[in-house]
């Protein structure tokens, strides 16, 4: 098992800046691949960004330029720096786990955190 918790969220003003953490504990080794989705009410849950345990990153066309997604493997945490945040942004944000089967984009399964809240105020 492998145990997700985030962390950062917050309220923010448009244009603004976040950070997100995510932190995983337990069988680690068992995936190699994090990401950060996204819910805003009354939608389905999406792609924000995802990390590989090579480094490769992919995103989102629409947070493309202001989001930047990391990893310090040394402290089992994925981060995800938003920058010019917009209030199409508000939703829950959730960590992602995946084990992808090696050498391929294929996932075998999943882990996910709680959530954690962003919203955009004026």
């Known amino acids: 098992q492998v145990q997700l918790v985030e962390s950062g969220g917050g309220l923010v003003q448009p244009g603004g800046s976040l950070r997100l953490s995510c932190a995983a504990s337990?069988?680690?080794?068992?995936?190699?691949?994090m990401g950060w989705y996204r819910q805003a009410p009354g939608k389905q849950r999406e792609l924000v960004a995802a990390?590989?345990?090579?480094?490769?990153?992919n995103y989102a066309d629409s947070v493309k330029g202001r989001f930047t997604i990391s990893r310090d493997n040394a402290k089992n945490t994925v981060y995800l720096q938003m920058n010019s945040l917009k209030p199409e942004g508000t939703a829950v944000y959730y960590c992602n786990g995946r084990r992808l089967t090696p050498g391929t984009c294929t996932a075998e399964y999943d882990y996910w955190g709680q959530g954690t809240q962003v919203t955009g105020s004026s």
């Open positions: 990390i590989t345990s090579g480094g490769s990153t």
């Open positions: 337990g069988i680690i080794f068992s995936i190699n691949a």
